[in-house]
């Protein structure tokens, strides 16, 4: 997500760890069983009608829940879940979050409607299957080829066969897309057989979502996803948006139809009224309606939960004013004729009335969030107060899709707050705060050391006070690195938080730090990008790379002018290097450069593909540098790769 085009690499990630070098999770304490246990009292477990929603229609499942990649390792596999198969939750879990898993746990072929079809629970995402005049029309094709493409063929054992003639991709998020070779053949599209349709401005951000900062943030998503956390009741249960990440590759297909905006087409016989809602859940993004069978799908707009205003595995803040508006036009113009509801994550909403009341609900939490959020803002009030002060009005709070399975009303509400005040909270006392180390330093120092604060924070955390002791904790842990008995109460606090958590990702969070407290930081695969996306990749957002990762220091003093030419798709670029800044021109040249580098833009994919390196390039006259060769190897010794595997839970070290 989400990369979502940064998720590619997370799949990869949890295959290479062994989990069995991890140490054993903690049980749940009384605190945090008498706290799971409250929840029961709380919220209407008696309201199974979500449970028949998500078991309405279906048709067949894989009889194992299994999905094997073509190098026969696994992309998918539900039978690690079979401990959802218990109505209660345990001790360790939150019961509204044992709830949602278990509902997302449902799998297999649904049918919706006559002509409209899901395949859910075989990937993070929903597939939608439509019967045209001729063929299929699919709505999403999932995260990878594999579980999209057993997706299929399960469509296929139980319905007629017919060619996919269309995709439409609702945004741009990869686990909406990323598994579509696994249906379309590009072939088929190149030669007029087929169409993908898009909205406006897909490909840009699709392509560069996660780009500049995709290190950084496949790092964060790792503990967003739980990426790393073994399935069970002491670890991984559900994302809240669905199961998990898929395990393959990343593919794309390049829309040959944006849809214009609000627009009607004619798709393979089946009428489709679009709706955009470009900048609330993602930057590109539309919803349809179907005339014929009276279905309303709203893509990833709304959801059977609270959504992400801002994602904690770091993004932009999401418009939850806007995101409100489009849902009631939505609302406006589909409600009074739509029968079915259904997404691109979870279950359908079946009858007039309930979809309507869905969408009034979805609408109006986003905008309750957002307008009570500003209004304490204007009374002063700082993002930790709106937090921690802002409740759901009963009518909100006690609909199970208004739920914070993987937004949370708390990191939203302080997500409106960044939206429009930024992170300085206008007290001139941290404007300028220490950084994180020495405040931790000064900290624990004023605190009488740390064996002291260790003594104190043990009687905190028998009292039940995980929240503090996990925050204190911190402090020491930043404070000295090694302190052993700082790094296992604090894995101790967050374990317990994580087993109190409603949301599946505060839940992947507070466990993955748990785990890395005790067992160190994990190493994640570096997070390059598919060969597909490469393909899409704009040359100008190379440069801007490399831009991104100048070592500063490396580059003081110096000034370099570079002639770069990519020979086949006849680019030309100019860069230029001073004052420790790299930027350039397209479609320029400068006859006073240092040097003139040429070279193939499949070559240019090879080395980003770490299939090559400039140096092996150039060596195999794949690229020809004229002028001074010293200026273009100069230049490449000052850029740093990131590793993507910097801690989080500690100090990163200089």
């Known amino acids: 997500m989400r990369s979502r085009t940064l998720v590619h690499c997370l799949s990869a990630l949890a295959a290479s760890i062994s989990l069995n070098s991890f140490a ?36 067949a499942k894989l009889p194992d829940g299994k999905v094997t990649n073509d190098n026969g390792s696994t992309a998918w596999d ?32 649904f049918k919706v409607t006559d002509g409209v ?54 945004h741009n998020h990869v686990d909406h897309w990323g598994g579509v070779k696994g249906v379309l053949d590009e072939a088929d599209v190149k030669a007029g057989k087929a169409h993908v349709y898009a909205p406006a401005g897909f490909m840009e951000h699709a392509v560069s979502e996660n780009v500049i900062a995709g290190p950084a943030m496949s790092r964060r998503a790792a503990y967003q996803f739980g990426a790393t956390l073994p399935p069970g009741e002491r670890g991984h249960v559900d994302t809240g948006l669905g199961k998990a990440l898929s395990k393959g590759d990343r593919t794309l297909i390049a829309p040959t139809d944006t849809v214009p905006d609000n627009a009607t087409l004619t798709i393979d016989g089946i009428e489709v009224q679009f709706q955009m809602a470009h900048g609330t859940e993602a930057e590109s993004e539309m919803m349809m309606y179907f005339p014929k069978f009276k279905v309303l799908d709203t893509g990833e707009v709304t ?16 418009d939850a004013s806007a995101w409100s508006h489009y849902i009631d036009v939505a609302l406006e113009r589909f409600g009074d004729n739509t029968d079915v509801l259904i997404g691109q994550h979870h279950w359908p909403v079946w009858g007039e009335d309930k979809t309507k009341t869905f969408l009034s609900v979805q609408r109006d939490m986003y905008k309750y969030l957002h307008d009570q959020s500003v209004r304490m803002i204007n009374k002063g009030y700082l993002p930790g107060d709106i937090a921690e002060q802002l409740k759901l009005p009963e009518s909100l709070d006690q609909q199970w899709y208004a739920r914070g399975y993987y937004g949370t009303l708390s990191h939203n509400a302080k997500a409106i707050y960044q939206r429009y005040m930024g992170w300085y909270d206008a007290n001139p006392a941290n404007l300028n705060p220490l950084p994180p180390a020495q405040n931790a330093a000064k900290t624990v120092e004023y605190m009488g050391g740390a064996e002291k604060v260790i003594e104190q924070a043990r009687k905190d955390y028998a009292n039940g006070e995980y929240r503090w002791v996990a925050s204190v904790m911190s402090q020491v842990v930043f ?83 570079i ?55 150039v060596k195999a ?30 100090p990163v070290k200089d």
Request: aromatic share 8%.
């Open 24 to 59: 054993a999770p903690n049980a749940a304490t009384d605190t945090t069983a008498a706290h799971n246990k409250a929840v029961l009292q709380q919220l209407p477990f008696a309201d199974k009608q979500a449970f028949s929603d998500a078991e309405r229609g279906f048709v």
């Open 78 to 109: 539900m039978s690690e879940y079979g401990f959802l198969n218990q109505e209660d939750a345990p001790d360790t879990v939150n019961p509204s979050l044992w709830r949602q898993a278990r509902l997302n746990a449902i799998h297999g072929l």
């Open 117 to 170: 079809y899901q395949i859910r629970g075989m990937d993070l995402a929903n597939m939608t299957i439509i019967e045209g005049d001729t063929g299929l029309i699919i709505i999403d094709p999932l995260l990878s080829p594999s579980t999209a493409k057993a997706g299929l063929e399960l469509y296929y054992q139980n319905r007629p066969k017919k060619p996919v003639v269309a995709v439409l991709y609702t």
């Open 303 to 318: 959801s059977q939960h609270m959504h992400n205003v801002y994602t904690i595995r770091g993004a932009a803040v999401r």
């Open 479 to 561: 404070a000295e690195p090694d302190n052993r008995a700082a790094r296992e109460l604090g894995a101790d606090a967050l374990e317990q938080l994580g087993y109190q958590a409603e949301a599946g990702t505060w839940r992947g969070a507070y466990l993955t730090g748990a785990m890395e407290l005790r067992d160190g930081s994990t190493k994640p695969t570096d997070g390059s990008l598919s060969p597909d996306v490469l393909q899409a990749l704009d040359t100008g957002m190379f440069f801007d790379l490399m831009a991104v990762r100048l070592d500063a220091a490396k580059a003081n003093g110096k000034h370099l002018v």
């Open 563 to 617: 002639n770069w030419q990519l020979s086949d798709t006849k680019e030309n670029y100019r860069l230029n290097l001073e004052h420790s800044t790299l930027t350039y021109r397209a479609d320029a040249q400068d006859d006073d450069a240092q040097a003139t580098v040429v070279m193939t833009r499949e070559t240019l994919n090879q080395i980003l593909l770490k299939r090559t390196t400039f140096p092996e390039a």
């Open 621 to 650: 006259g794949q690229i020809t540098v004229s002028g001074e060769p010293q200026a273009f190897f100069g230049l490449l010794q000052m850029l740093e790769v990131p590793s993507g595997s910097f801690p989080i839970i500690e």
